[in-house]
């Protein structure tokens, strides 16, 4: 069965703190997104990992894949208020059949 | 900056019936998806096109639905006997190459 499992699924922290969001899958790709949504609103892409080892930074927030551990993180830097959103991971099992997982719902304390 | 555009925001529809979404993808893209989303919940891949045709969809994406592409610039999805279970949110997306998908702001679909 093809799975794509986040953890945690909700997170409340400090405005300055570093956190990181996990991102599991069951079968091989070769390719990994991670969205943001804020609440009542679409989807944003962040990042795009194509291959194993690739690390994306954008501001805060910094994107690694593992494909070996099927395995990718989203690592969040002193993190700010502006942060709070739910997060995705979503993997491509193969010929653009993207599975995402539950979101995680980042929740920033000022 | 070019983004991709849904109508209508909202559609509410009776059970059974047909219902039409569409979906305006950004103009030189060349892959098109359209997802779903019941409130609050994950986010649930139905289809992806290509080349005038469906290159993988999902379980969900059953015979009640189908996608066109009718004119060049529409992408649309047609539910062809609405259930209540059908009752989400639906965001079009497209792409330049399989990379980073753009996604539309969504048509909230309610089936009574």
């Known amino acids: 069965e093809l799975k794509v499992e986040q953890n945690p699924l909700f997170l409340s922290m400090q405005e300055g703190k570093n956190y990181t969001i996990y991102c599991n899958y069951s079968t091989t790709s070769d390719r990994l997104y991670w969205y943001r949504q804020d609440p009542g609103k679409s989807l944003e892409s962040l990042f795009v990992?194509?291959?194993?080892?690739a690390v994306k930074q954008e501001g805060r927030l910094m994107a690694s894949l593992d494909t070996k551990a099927r395995l990718s993180t989203l690592h969040i830097t002193a993190a700010v208020h502006d942060l709070s959103a739910t997060y995705f991971c979503?993997?491509?099992?193969?010929?653009?059949?993207?599975?995402f997982g539950k979101g995680t719902r980042l929740h920033i304390l000022p | 900056e070019p983004e991709v555009t849904q109508t209508p925001s909202h559609q509410v529809t009776q059970m059974g019936q047909e219902v039409i979404l569409r979906c305006v993808p950004i103009?030189?893209?060349?892959?098109f998806y359209w997802y779903r989303q019941i409130l609050g919940q994950k986010v649930e891949f139905l289809v992806s096109?290509?080349?005038?045709?469906?290159?993988?969809k999902s379980e969900i994406f059953d015979d009640q639905f189908s996608v066109e592409r009718p004119d060049g610039s529409n992408f649309t999805l047609k539910i062809r006997s609405t259930k209540l279970e059908d009752s989400a949110m639906y965001f079009c997306?497209?792409?330049?190459?399989?990379?980073?998908?753009?996604f539309g702001p969504g048509t909230r679909l309610t089936v009574l």
């Open positions: 979503a993997v491509d099992m193969g010929d653009d059949k993207i599975i």
């Open positions: 990992l194509l291959s194993n080892g």
């Open positions: 997306a497209s792409s330049l190459y399989t990379d980073t998908q753009y």
């Open positions: 103009s030189n893209h060349l892959y």
């Open positions: 096109f290509y080349n005038n045709e469906i290159s993988e």
